[in-house]
């Protein structure tokens, strides 16, 4: 699997890629390039209107991000193992109690250990939102550039 992707080191994956990876082996290999899972059925992807927040934490993608509300179909509820590469760049939290009570990773930055990076994010379902949420549009832009 460590083939994939370009030159750059630039691999883009979206939630598809976890869940035709059911085996600990894929698993594996998607923690070490991310630094964190979704796992179907244990974690959570609820449509909702959600409040995103940015951490106050020092990273590039956060420059001039600001904190949004959209109706999303957010991917939630990550295994977040301790990994002193990972950065939580945002956190949020559903409107509906149902959805989650508490503010939560939403998205994170990862510095592998081979000296690639990644940047994971779980709430771009919908693109009209990247028409009508600067500060979204924003983070995206960071995260890719």
Not at 21 to 34: I, K, Q
Not at 85 to 103: F, I, S
Request: aromatic letters at 16%; zero cysteines.
């Amino acid at each position: 699997m460590r083939a994939w992707g370009t030159p750059n080191g630039w691999t883009p994956f979206n939630s598809t890629a976890l869940r035709i990876v059911p085996r600990r082996a894929g698993r594996t290999a998607l923690l070490d390039w991310f630094g964190g899972l979704w796992i179907p059925y244990a974690s959570h992807n609820p449509v909702d209107q959600w409040s995103v927040r940015p951490l106050a934490v020092p990273h590039p993608i956060l420059n001039g991000v600001t904190p949004w509300d959209y109706r999303e179909e957010m991917y939630s509820r990550y295994f977040l193992f301790d990994n002193p590469g990972r950065t939580e760049l945002l956190e949020a939290k559903p409107a509906d109690p149902k959805n989650g009570l508490a503010w939560g990773p939403v998205s994170w930055a990862y510095a592998r250990t081979d000296g690639g990076r990644s940047f994971v994010w779980g709430g771009a379902d919908f693109h009209d939102n990247l028409h009508s949420v600067d500060s979204y549009r924003r983070y995206l832009l960071n995260g890719i550039a």
